[in-house]
């Protein structure tokens, strides 16, 4: 029985509807109530005297401001009052050159410095506001204005008598680096109370620290963390929470209103950290089956990301697997969704970004650090509680040639070769089944790149074990070509990414609905010129239309 509409679908967004309300606003913004704020005090928050003081010491001429969503209400007014202090200098010639450019979207995480949007400005250096990761840029110099925030320092020595009442517990005191700030005062204030194992931090662009991104005032050299507590003030990310929570004895987290991370009315639980490291593990052993990995590019800025690119690729080779790099911009179930043929994702990012929420998400997403467990063998592979997100820390397996690039060490090349064993057995053959912790089922595809090898004709072109290439018998022209065994050929390298887009998908693109048969390519139509130009006045072919 088939049903009659009464009016055509709604396939676009009404004409009435495009200049209301945003339906989907940032949460961010959704979640700020700005109040209005007198002009001397944005002075203050925003800090311009010093960012001017920088600008003019650094002989910036066009400089980026990029403001998290929170912010951006204020940027108008700081692009007046930077330039209004700009032009106070009269020792010199006055600077009518200098431009300011808002950088209203980011690419990726707002925690990082956006140094692709800011080269479309072809900027000098950024001037960044707000929280940061401090990690290190690949190509632009940067000002960090974290913002000055307001605390009320009886209220929070209240809340920390009520966490410690023992005088002599140790605790690290430390804040968001929009608060750091007033740690010292408040570390000042709680020791005149009568504590006296209490030690502060100061800001140090060191994402690998002990404390990302802190470094501890104390004499003591030999201090041990997991001795001590934490007192935060104001709501840290889940990553940073992650990765205290291993390191230290307990967290407590004093909430602030201008805490970009809270979501909720209520802070975060600390004590809930061990059930969501759990989690964590739950999808390393989950990606430990895996055979295609993505490798989730997070950031074009943080230093050495093509690096790390480069030692996952050789991680992910010396395990028999197959990676693909990709670059999608900020992150959603959505776009990650179109790749239904890759397992699992691997994220380059900063230590921040690197933790990707697993909620709407197909596929796991891993960081790095968890990539490397997952690698390891269900026998080797041990679970210490320890955690991190960003792509510091990730060892090197490459070595360099004489050329100066960077290629697989020559042990792990060898991993890739099954080996003759007694009775002429490969020795890959011999080892014991593989199965699915979650599922029970047995895995058969896990190192589909050994399975190519074995897969390769034996008095055919000889294939290198590095690149899985063939030397002779392939030419650029190859398409997508199947091999003998059951992994496709992409100009001679075993793909199976190709496999997958050969056998599994339903629709694999234009002109294939015919096919190829016995290794014949498809003749291929003459391609027309289409509409280009702008739309007062497009050009097709050689004829000028006007719209």
């Known amino acids: 029985m088939s049903s009659e509409l009464s009016a055509p679908p709604i396939l676009s967004t009404p004409a009435e509807h495009t200049f209301t309300d945003d339906p989907t606003p940032s949460s961010a913004i959704s979640q700020t109530k700005r109040p209005h704020r007198p002009d001397h005090e944005l002075y203050e928050v925003y800090e311009i005297a010093r960012t001017a003081a920088e600008i003019r010491q650094n002989g910036w001429k066009r400089i980026a401001l990029q403001f998290p969503d929170a912010m951006l209400p204020d940027a108008p007014w700081v692009v007046s009052a930077l330039s209004s202090e700009l032009e106070k200098d009269q020792t010199e010639v006055q600077d009518q050159s200098r431009r300011l450019y808002i950088l209203a979207d980011t690419s990726y995480s707002a925690c990082c410095v956006d140094e692709i949007a800011a080269e479309h400005a072809n900027a000098d250096g950024v001037v960044h506001y707000g929280r940061a990761c401090l990690s290190p840029t690949s190509r632009l110099p940067v000002i960090h204005i974290f913002t000055k925030q307001t605390l009320d320092y009886d209220a929070i020595a209240e809340t920390f008598e009520k966490e410690f009442p023992e005088k002599a517990a140790k605790v690290v005191l430390m804040a968001d680096v929009m608060f750091q700030e007033h740690v010292g005062p408040i570390n000042q204030l709680l020791k005149e109370r009568g504590y006296t194992n209490l030690i502060a931090t100061e800001i140090l662009r060191d994402p690998t620290g002990a404390i990302p991104n802190r470094k501890l005032v104390t004499p003591d050299a030999s201090t041990n963390l997991n001795e001590y507590h934490l007192f935060h003030i104001s709501t840290p990310p889940t990553s940073l929470l992650l990765t205290l929570s291993s390191r230290l004895a307990s967290l407590r987290i004093y909430s602030t209103p201008s805490s970009p991370y809270t979501t909720t009315s209520t802070p975060p639980d600390p004590s ?9 593990y739950a999808l390393v052993i989950r990606f430990a089956t895996a055979s295609i990995i993505g490798i989730l590019v997070n950031t074009l800025s943080v230093k050495n990301y093509m690096s790390t690119i480069s030692t996952l690729k050789s991680q992910i080779a010396a395990a028999g ?3 693909y790099t990709i670059v999608v911009g900020k992150l959603n179930a959505a776009k990650l969704a179109n790749f239904a ?7 380059v990012g900063c230590w921040e970004s690197g933790l990707v929420e697993q909620e709407g998400l197909w596929k796991p997403v891993i960081t790095p650090f968890e990539l490397g467990l997952a690698l390891q063998g269900d026998e080797s592979r041990v679970w210490t509680g320890e955690w991190w997100g960003g792509i510091e820390g990730v060892k090197d397996s490459l070595v360099t040639n004489g050329n100066d690039e960077k290629s697989p060490k020559q042990e792990d090349m060898v991993k890739l070769v099954p080996e003759q064993v007694e009775g002429g057995v490969e020795d890959e053959e011999s080892e014991p089944p593989e199965f699915d912790l ?16 074995r897969s390769a004709p034996r008095g055919g072109p000889e294939i290198e074990v590095a690149s899985l290439s063939s030397n ?3 030419t650029s022209s190859a398409i997508t070509k199947r091999a003998v065994g059951d992994v496709a050929l992409v100009n001679g390298v075993a793909s199976p990414g190709a496999e997958f887009l050969r056998s599994q998908r339903t629709w694999q693109g234009l002109g294939t609905d015919f096919g190829i048969e016995n290794d014949e390519e498809e003749e291929s139509t003459v391609v027309e010129e289409g509409r280009s130009g702008v739309a007062r006045g497009y050009t097709v072919g050689q004829d000028q239309l006007r719209a």
């Not at 043929?341 to 994220?347: F, I, L, M, S």
């Open 272 to 280: 809930a950290t061990p059930g969501l490291l759990r989690r964590r």
């Open 321 to 323: 697997k197959k990676s």
């Open 341 to 347: 043929e890759v397992d699992g994702w691997v994220v």
């Open 438 to 453: 979650r599922t029970g089922k047995l895995v058969s595809h896990s190192r589909p790149m050994r399975v190519a090898i």
């Open 472 to 474: 002779q018998g392939t």
